[in-house]
């Protein structure tokens, strides 16, 4: 059996593919949060009544994903707000740099500065494909996903082509 990698999500991946109905995708990694994500994510979504809100918190609940502390040096953070990052999103990067893990982030310049770390990244979409890859989708779902994730997040038709054309190889060499 091989062991899951592990990785840290930001509130995008959560809240997209809570949304989707896709949220067990997550289960490719050993997952964890940062206390800013679940506050923003769960506290906050559920405020709102956002039905994602309750289903991350459930994943929460359930173990399967699990909430940390992050405490970022001074100089890391002063290098990411400049660079336009958002408190949960640093607190995510920092923590995949120090510990060498998978960085779930769907959010452009979080992903740009992260992989200018050295950081390997993720999003909504890579972990669909990654569940086609892994056979814990089927083709057809990942198309239907990629399709409500374009109904809920900003896809640009380049992007959603190279994601379909990326699935249709996936699907002729897995299926």
Do not use: C
């Not at 995008?12 to 940062?34: R, S």
């Not at 452009?108 to 050295?118: E, K, N």
């Amino acid at each position: 059996m091989r062991l899951k990698r592990s990785a840290i999500s930001n509130s995008g991946p959560l809240i997209h593919l809570a949304k989707i109905g896709m949220l067990e995708l997550m289960k490719i990694y050993d997952v964890v949060i940062t206390e800013d994500v679940r506050e923003e994510v769960v506290d906050k979504g559920k405020e709102k009544g956002f039905s994602d809100a309750f289903l991350i918190d459930d994943a929460i609940k359930s173990g399967w994903i699990k909430v940390i502390n992050v405490d970022v040096e001074d100089k890391f953070l002063k290098i990411a707000k400049v660079s336009g990052l958002h408190d949960a999103e640093i607190g995510v990067v920092y923590y995949a740099y120090k510990k060498g893990i998978i960085a779930l982030l769907d959010d452009d310049a979080a992903r740009v500065f992260a992989r200018g770390l050295g950081i390997t990244v993720r999003g909504s979409l890579g972990l669909i494909l990654e569940g086609v890859k892994n056979k814990i989708i089927s083709y057809e779902s990942a198309v239907k996903a990629l399709d409500d994730l374009s109904e809920i997040m900003y896809l640009s038709s380049d992007v959603y082509r190279e994601v379909l054309k990326a699935l249709k190889k996936l699907k002729h060499q897995f299926f």
